[in-house]
């Protein structure tokens, strides 16, 4: 990964070479190392450095973009020499906004930890694997270390830089008789990976998970563990893409200002969350703002791009995604408040129902309604008398997350998973349409 410094020597080279009116480069370095482990060993190790270098020429109102992933003085020039001839030869765009000037952004903590080696990796792998096959059950997963960095510069003197960690272990545990449990912890720092911890979770679940029975389909109470409650969230954020309520083809075009899920929801974006510590800036350098998106219920807030926000009259909330404002905005680092209810108070309350581990193969069916698609994995249970009674087989889902989000009636303390902090949420009338054999 390179460091602030030498990117910052790029950039500067880069648009000292290019003959154009603005110039903005855009760099991002990586380094990411990875093992797999499959039938309880390690198979695979892997290790990807990279840097990519996108440089944007603006001549009057002409964009033209050129990319290299070569840092040496010649291919520099090249790509910036290049970029400027893209623009000459490109379309006027009526739209296109001037570069930004320098701004002030906020500092977050995201760099936590370094790589480590194949060797180090393998002891945190092993740990897993053993714990599974002192109980004769199969493991499989991933633990990746990675470590990167963005930044913006500009001619007009803007310069932005983000540096963070991240870490993921992710298990699943195979056990006879169609036993299945998984679990995952991603976090910026090493030290909240525990694959004791991890291992003991999808253990649990896997035996559990043992012989499941099948149960007719139907609207069932269900408990969604926080992993499950992601998945289904995340076709929510486009919805508030400020363009995309502008052009109509937004879920919540005719619905700001209005309560439209229940008054225990309240959902922000917030890249200064603890737990998210994301880029402090967008694709066109804008500071992110945080932004109440649901307040108690009610559509509060939209993210802006520049252009859509100057058309609009209102501030940019630096959530832009690309440079030209085609595509407007997308909320980041999704947080959704919770409450005080344990997964285990939601257990107990609940006479008649389904605890569920977590979702996958999720679609969305029905944008402007929400609906989404998908199936349960990794440890369904049936819930009766306010305890967890037998496993059972996975089911399909239909649900519309209108309706979703008015039937909340418990909510635990949120925590990170899947890239939003999200609660565990236990639901009315969860809509189960098919069975599966597995």
């Not at 009116?21 to 482990?37: F, G, K, P, Q």
Request: proline share 5%; net charge negative.
């Amino acid at each position: 990964m390179l460091e602030r410094d030498r990117i910052r020597e790029i950039a500067e080279k880069i648009m000292t070479e290019c003959p154009a009116d603005e110039v903005e480069v855009v760099i991002s370095s990586v380094d990411h190392y990875l093992t797999r482990y499959a039938q309880n060993h390690i198979h695979q190790n892997t290790g990807l450095t990279n840097t990519s270098i996108t440089v944007r020429a603006v001549v009057g109102r002409r964009m033209g973009e050129a990319s290299t992933n070569k840092t040496d003085d010649e291919s520099l020039k090249e790509v910036a020499v290049t970029a400027a001839k893209l623009a000459e030869i490109s379309p006027e765009d009526p739209n296109l906004l001037p570069r930004l000037g320098p701004q002030e952004y906020e500092e977050v903590n995201a760099y936590q930890d370094e790589p480590l080696s194949p060797m180090e990796r393998a002891r945190y792998v092993s740990k897993a694997i053993e714990m599974c096959k002192s109980r004769g059950l199969i493991a499989a997963g991933i633990f990746s270390n990675t470590r990167s960095c963005h930044a913006i510069a500009n001619s007009k003197g803007l310069f932005a830089f983000h540096s963070s960690t991240r870490h993921i272990f992710s298990l699943s545990v195979m056990a006879d008789d169609d036993g299945a449990g998984w679990c995952e912890r991603c976090s910026r720092r090493l030290a909240d990976i525990d694959p004791e911890e991890i291992a003991e979770i999808a253990i649990r679940k896997a035996e559990m998970s043992r012989n499941p029975r099948e149960v007719p389909p139907g609207k069932y109470t269900v408990i969604l563990e926080p992993e499950a409650v992601a998945n289904l969230l995340s076709f929510l954020g486009f919805g508030f893409n400020a363009l995309a309520v502008e052009e109509g083809w937004s879920p919540l075009r005719d619905k700001i200002g209005k309560r439209v899920f229940g008054e225990n929801i309240t959902i922000s974006s917030d890249v200064y969350h603890p737990l998210h510590q994301e880029t402090p800036f967008d694709a066109e350098g804008v500071p992110t703002k945080r932004v109440v998106l649901v307040e108690r219920g009610v559509v509060k807030g939209l993210v802006y791009d520049r252009a859509t926000a100057a058309r609009k009259g209102v501030e940019p909330t630096g959530h832009g995604v690309d440079p030209r404002g085609a595509y407007g905005a997308h909320p980041r680092a999704i947080v959704v408040e919770g409450g005080e209810d344990s997964i285990e108070e939601m257990i107990s309350s609940t006479e008649r129902g389904i605890l569920v581990t977590r979702f996958h193969y999720e679609n969305l069916v029905d944008p402007m309604n929400l609906i989404v698609t998908g199936m349960t994995r990794d440890g369904t249970f049936m819930v009766e008398g306010g305890e967890v009674k037998f496993p059972i087989k996975n089911f399909r889902f239909n649900v519309s997350l209108f309706d979703v989000l008015n039937k909340v009636e418990m909510l635990s303390e949120p925590v990170y998973a899947s890239g939003m902090v999200v609660p565990a949420m236990k639901i009315s009338e969860f809509n189960f349409t098919s069975g599966t054999e597995f």
